[in-house]
């Protein structure tokens, strides 16, 4: 996570000074509105600075679109609606193509939250703390910390017991064969 913020604080520093300077060149021959790379520029950074604000990872590639567009049209200067078709086409392109590779790379992935979470329970032991049986909940001591458990046999107290899952706060068990 560190490594995006660096990214956006990079981004949009080098944004603001090569917009100020660029800005600063133009306001004196043009209006702000004659230059649509420079639209587009200030579209995609805010589209970049919302990203940080907002959940979801999507909005940065419509920034990634702008900033594409921006560049096209200081390049070659497309007609205002072939602006927004490459503005959709290479915001599009770029979710598609790149969002599950910066996710992998940036945030850890969901499932694997659940899997790491779900191996350091599943097979460990655990020592019963009060009697439970099937239908009944009891208490076990894992990890020096006390679960909610539930078991399909019948467990008596000081009983050591093997976690088979986890639900949420609550631990299925079975007992272990001496």
Same mark, same amino acid.
């Given at each position: 996570?560190?490594?995006v913020?660096?990214l956006?604080f990079?981004?949009?520093?080098?944004?603001?000074t /090569?917009?100020?300077r660029?800005f %600063?060149?133009?306001?004196m021959?043009?209006s702000?509105?004659?230059k649509?790379e420079?639209? @587009?520029?200030?579209?995609?950074?805010?589209?970049?600075?919302?990203?940080?604000?907002?959940?979801? =990872? +999507?909005?940065?590639f419509?920034? /990634?679109?702008?900033? +594409?567009?921006a560049l096209?049209?200081?390049?070659a200067h497309?007609?205002i609606?072939l602006q927004?078709?490459?503005?959709?086409?290479?915001?599009?392109?770029s979710?598609?193509?790149?969002?599950?590779m910066?996710?992998? %790379?940036f =945030?850890?992935?969901r499932e694997h939250?659940s899997e790491g979470v779900?191996?350091?329970?599943?097979?460990k032991e655990? %020592?019963?703390?009060?009697a439970?049986g099937?239908g009944?909940q009891?208490?076990?001591? =894992?990890?020096g910390?006390? @679960?909610k458990?539930?078991?399909?046999s019948?467990i008596?107290v000081?009983?050591i017991v093997?976690i088979?899952?986890k639900l949420? =706060? %609550?631990l299925?068990?079975e007992p272990?064969?001496n």
């Amino acid at each position: 996570m560190h490594e995006v913020s660096r990214l956006f604080f990079y981004i949009f520093t080098f944004g603001i000074t /090569v917009s100020f300077r660029y800005f %600063k060149s133009i306001y004196m021959n043009t209006s702000l509105f004659s230059k649509p790379e420079l639209i @587009w520029f200030f579209a995609g950074l805010i589209l970049f600075l919302a990203e940080l604000v907002l959940p979801g =990872f +999507v909005i940065f590639f419509f920034g /990634v679109g702008a900033w +594409v567009t921006a560049l096209i049209c200081l390049i070659a200067h497309p007609g205002i609606n072939l602006q927004f078709i490459i503005f959709g086409i290479t915001s599009l392109l770029s979710l598609a193509a790149l969002r599950r590779m910066i996710q992998k %790379k940036f =945030f850890y992935p969901r499932e694997h939250l659940s899997e790491g979470v779900e191996d350091e329970f599943t097979g460990k032991e655990a %020592k019963a703390l009060s009697a439970f049986g099937p239908g009944s909940q009891g208490k076990v001591e =894992f990890k020096g910390t006390t @679960w909610k458990a539930e078991s399909l046999s019948q467990i008596t107290v000081g009983q050591i017991v093997i976690i088979k899952e986890k639900l949420s =706060f %609550k631990l299925i068990v079975e007992p272990k064969n001496n």
